[in-house]
């Protein structure tokens, strides 16, 4: 197993990583507003947005939907267009965070308390029109790392701050079962974040705080743990051209200094690795390919 750090892809606050296999571009968000992009040589592009971003979701090799505070907004790439707010979700007080595309071409966004204490955000779905919003489940207070299984008949997401990974039965574009617990995570330390899964339906998750990536068995048991370069690893997304490359991103924690509850608890003490892309080769593990966002989600107005 190797790991590659990619110096040119620092940022402060990597999150919500998205691997487009048509065009073999890592797309991944830094919070305080930047969209980067990663090909298969390294190559790094950043564009600038006035945006908060929590994830990037392609749809072209230069158009995406980004997942800001309070809702979805598209963005050229080539012409740095942003279009307005295509739609508005989550509650007062919660701000949007981690995202997927489902296999019906929405996008499904988990919501957080933004003092990530009391459980305020839901499990949302932004419909292909790109104005409907439907609360699929409430009760999160810090929600992350929505995935499914390959078959897409189990769906996983985590609440971060009570250190728990749940999964719910899923079809038709929406949970046919209440979240159940499938993995408590307290062991490990640190708290699970970004997530996703292999071809295998292994689950894997960055464990913010702990220094490793977590990659648990469809029974809930931990099957590996890879030790990053980094206490701060923050999400995880397969790529590559087959899929079996695992790209992690991480972020700086002093971000969070004086902010207390959990950052408190967790440390904002940032090590060396702390903000950069890692790329972990020869797990000898295959990815899932992450459907398309339907078109009609990333269309820019001239507004």
Known sequence: MDIERIEAARVRFGEGPSWDHEHGLLWFADIGGEVVTVDERHEV????????????IPITATRVVLVVADGVRAFDLETGAIGPLRASGGAAGTTLADAKTDSDG????????????????????????????????????????PCWSPDRSRFYVSDSAARQIYVMDWGEGRPLSSRRLFADTRSLGGIPDGATV???????????????????????????????????????????????RLYVTS??????????????????????????LFVVDGLEVVGVAEPRIVPGEVELSDS
């Open 45 to 56: 592009r950043r564009s600038h947005v006035d945006h908060a971003v929590f994830a990037v």
């Open 106 to 145: 929405g996008l499904i966004v988990v919501s957080s308390d933004r003092e990530m204490a009391s459980p305020r955000g839901a499990l949302l779905r932004f419909a292909e029109d790109g104005v409907t919003v439907l609360e699929l489940a409430g009760g999160f207070a810090l929600g992350n790392g």
């Open 198 to 244: 292999d071809a295998d339906g292994n689950l894997w998750v960055a464990m913010f705080g702990a220094g490793v990536v977590a990659c648990f068995a469809p029974d809930g048991v931990v099957r590996r743990l890879v030790e990053m370069p980094t206490t701060w690893c923050s999400s995880v997304m397969f790529g590559g051209r087959g899929l079996d």
């Open 251 to 276: 972020l700086d924690p002093s971000i969070f200094a004086g902010s207390g509850g959990l950052a408190a608890e967790l440390g904002t003490e940032p090590d060396e690795g702390a903000g950069h």
